[in-house]
C-alpha cells in the first residue's frame, strides 16, 4: 500500500534562518507531488505541485521554493524565513493525472520566531 | 477563478440532530467537488466526491450547479463525526490541484 511521510513534524526556526521538509511517498510511481499550507484561520492553500522529477509549479509567489530531486521525494525550502512563514504545511500526493484522489501527510508544524 | 467558501468556522449540534455543512464555490468550467475531514490527532482525509455519489459513514454531499453549492449533510449526528471539514474543489486545469475552503469546525454534543 502507498505511504506518505513528511518531516519534521514541529520546527521552530529564527527568522533568517533555512528551512527544510521533506516529505517522502512510497508504493506508488510516478505520483503528483503537493505542497500546501494552513495559516492560522486561514484554509489550506496550494503552495507547490510536481508532475515529475525537476518539475515543480508554483501557484503563489513567496519566500518559499520546492524541489523533486527523485521521483517519490518532495522537498521545501527557503533560504531566509520570514515571520509570516510560520503555519502548518501539508504535503500530499497524487496518482498521476487529473483528478484522482489526494491523499496528504502528518503535516508539520513550523514556528517563526 | 477558482473559490470555496465555508461560511460556518464552526457549527456545534447536539447527537442525533441533522447536520449540514455548507458549502458554495465560484468556477467557471465543470468542477469536481471533494469533502475532506480531519479527525483529531488524524491525517487530512477524502471523505467524499461529487462524482462518486455514495454516502460515506452517513454523509451524503449533492453538487448543486445552479446554487453552485455542495453542502455536506448527515441525518443524525453522532460524537465521532466531530471534527474538522473542509470542502475542496479541483478544476480542470492543473495536474489535479485542489482548492480549499478556510474549514468548518464541527463539535457533537453528547
Known amino acids: 500500500s502507498q505511504t506518505i511521510h513528511q518531516w519534521p513534524a514541529t520546527l521552530v526556526q529564527p527568522v533568517g534562518s533555512p528551512l527544510s521538509l521533506e516529505c517522502t511517498v512510497e508504493?506508488?510511481?510516478?505520483?503528483?507531488l503537493y505542497w500546501y499550507r494552513q495559516a492560522a484561520g486561514r484554509g489550506l492553500q496550494l503552495l507547490f505541485y510536481?508532475?515529475?522529477?525537476?518539475?515543480i509549479s508554483s501557484e503563489v509567489p513567496q519566500n518559499l521554493s520546492a524541489s523533486r530531486p527523485q521521483d517519490r521525494q518532495f522537498i521545501l525550502s527557503s533560504k531566509k524565513l520570514l515571520l509570516s512563514d510560520s503555519g502548518f504545511y501539508l504535503c500530499a500526493w497524487s496518482a498521476g493525472g487529473e483528478r484522482n484522489t489526494i491523499y496528504f501527510g502528518e503535516g508539520s508544524w513550523l514556528t517563526v520566531v | 477563478a477558482q473559490r470555496v467558501t465555508q461560511p460556518e468556522k464552526l457549527l456545534s449540534v447536539f447527537k442525533g440532530a441533522p447536520v449540514e455543512l455548507k458549502c458554495n464555490y465560484s468556477y467557471s468550467g465543470s468542477p469536481e467537488l471533494f469533502w475532506y475531514v480531519q479527525y483529531s490527532r488524524q491525517r487530512l482525509q477524502l471523505l467524499l466526491r461529487h462524482i462518486s455519489r455514495e454516502s460515506i459513514k452517513g454523509f451524503t454531499a449533492d453538487l448543486n450547479k445552479g446554487e453552485t453549492s455542495f453542502h455536506l449533510k448527515k441525518p443524525f449526528a453522532q460524537e465521532e463525526d466531530s471534527a474538522m471539514y473542509y470542502c475542496a474543489l479541483s478544476g480542470t486545469t492543473g495536474a489535479n490541484n485542489l482548492f480549499f475552503g478556510t474549514g468548518t469546525r464541527l463539535t457533537v454534543i453528547p
Open positions: 508504493g506508488t510511481s510516478n505520483p503528483n
Open positions: 510536481s508532475v515529475g522529477i525537476g518539475q
